[in-house]
């Protein structure tokens, strides 16, 4: 994978196995030292391990991150991972492997990691920024192949690149813009701005007595305030919340009449003297996922926690 003069570059590169793995990344990132670009790796931690193994002492120069922490929560990855990182290096070209889509993703998480995928192309149009991002080919569905092929305007695989003839990010985000449906046994409550604190009471209340405590109960509590704010400011004046637990996490959503018009909201940095636009950032960055619907119906926001 050698080094192009565009200024976006967002190849899907496809690897079965360590050696195909190693084979596709080492030398984008020893290209890179070579050139004095800034590298960073966002992959899960076995393969940070193979690479650092593999890259020996140069890999001291290289910015490791688990994405299994890091980029848990697929809308924090732009902002909190790839922007972080790109940010912070202005006036460089900087090179970065980022591979949020593993075997161990559940179906709940994959929408939000497709969607991702898709957005990158709109945060980093136009910016001097390599992201490659890898496919266990070998691991993964067949489906999910597809959807790289629609969110990468180059697939790399088995060391052949060719332009995708599917590439249509703008499609593939609208795609899984999807109904969330809500199970019979979530608690709602409804809510105007003067019922704001008793909505926030209810949902918190909820939460402890299904079993979230401690930081994790925070953390619930800050990201219903955010949220149910949202609602009464820019949602139409109201809303109602739902609360529930499934698989281990508690749930909590929030509906009103509102609609994201821009598919990056929550997902940009906030500005050093912004005051205000930081409510769905500060969810993406406190719970473990995030799923949107959106249309000029009405706005759905579901957050997930684990305990």
Request: aromatic share 8%; hydrophobic share 40%.
């Amino acid at each position: 994978m050698t080094h192009s003069a565009e200024s976006f570059v967002h190849p899907a590169l496809f690897y079965r196995g360590s050696r195909e793995y190693l084979a596709g990344t080492v030398p984008f990132i020893q290209e890179g030292l070579a050139l004095s670009e800034p590298v960073a790796v966002a992959a899960p931690w076995s393969n940070l391990e193979l690479l650092r193994a593999e890259l020996g002492r140069s890999a001291e120069t290289v910015r490791f991150i688990d994405m299994t922490e890091a980029g848990r929560n697929p809308g924090r990855i732009i902002p909190k991972v790839l922007r972080a990182f790109a940010d912070a290096r202005p006036g460089r070209r900087v090179r970065i492997i980022g591979e949020p889509i593993w075997a161990g993703r559940t179906p709940a998480e994959y929408p939000a990691c497709v969607q991702h995928e898709a957005l990158i192309n709109t945060a980093f149009r136009g910016r001097e920024v390599t992201i490659v991002c890898p496919y266990d080919a070998a691991r993964l569905d067949a489906a999910v192949l597809a959807d790289a092929y629609a969110t990468h305007p180059v697939v790399v695989d088995g060391g052949h690149a060719e332009r995708s003839d599917t590439y249509d990010p703008d499609r593939v985000v609208a795609a899984y813009n999807q109904p969330l449906a809500l199970p019979l046994r979530a608690a709602a409550f409804a809510f105007e701005a003067e019922r704001l604190p008793d909505a926030r009471d209810f949902a918190v209340e909820r939460a402890k007595h299904l079993g979230l405590t401690g930081q994790r109960l925070g953390d619930f509590a800050l990201a219903v305030a955010e949220l149910t704010t949202n609602s009464v400011v820019h949602g139409g004046g109201s809303g109602t919340v739902w609360v529930w637990d499934e698989g281990g996490q508690v749930l909590c959503e929030v509906r009103d009449s509102g609609h994201l018009s821009d598919p990056l909201a929550g997902r940009r940095p906030p500005l050093r003297d912004q005051l205000g636009g930081r409510g769905l950032l500060m969810v993406n960055y406190l719970t473990d996922l995030v799923r949107v619907h959106t249309s000029p119906e009405g706005t759905a926001v579901r957050f997930h926690l684990g305990y």
